[in-house]
Nanobody
């Protein structure tokens, strides 16, 4: 099993910045990729950014140039640096890990609220 714990959410004014972190713990696992998803009120969960163990990243167009994803493989941690935040970035942000623990599975954190006021 892999446990994911997010931190760093909060309330910020439009144009501000926040940094989300995700820490993975457990035993006997190997993470191949980690990512951030978000669910805004009344909307479906959507991918925000993903990073592989090799460091390859993919960021959706709506946050490109504003959000940066990074990862420390040795520490099994991941972050999402969010700059120039907009009210439409308001959502619950979830950490995801695609990991091998005897079989491949997806693991999720509990989510952290990000609220951007106009």
């Amino acid at each position: 099993q892999v446990q994911l714990v997010e931190s760093g959410g909060g309330l910020v004014q439009a144009g501000g910045s926040l940094r989300l972190s995700c820490a993975a713990s457990g035993s006997g696992f190997s993470i191949i990729s980690m990512g951030w998803y978000r669910r805004a009120p009344g909307k479906q969960r959507e991918l925000v950014a993903v990073i592989t163990s090799g460091g390859s990243t993919n960021v959706v167009d709506s946050v490109k140039g504003r959000f940066t994803i990074g990862r420390d493989n040795a520490e099994n941690t991941m972050y999402l640096q969010m700059n120039s935040l907009k009210p439409e970035d308001t959502a619950v942000y979830y950490c995801n890990a695609h990991a091998y623990t005897g079989r491949w599975s997806d693991y999720w954190g509990q989510g952290t609220q990000v609220t951007v006021s106009s």
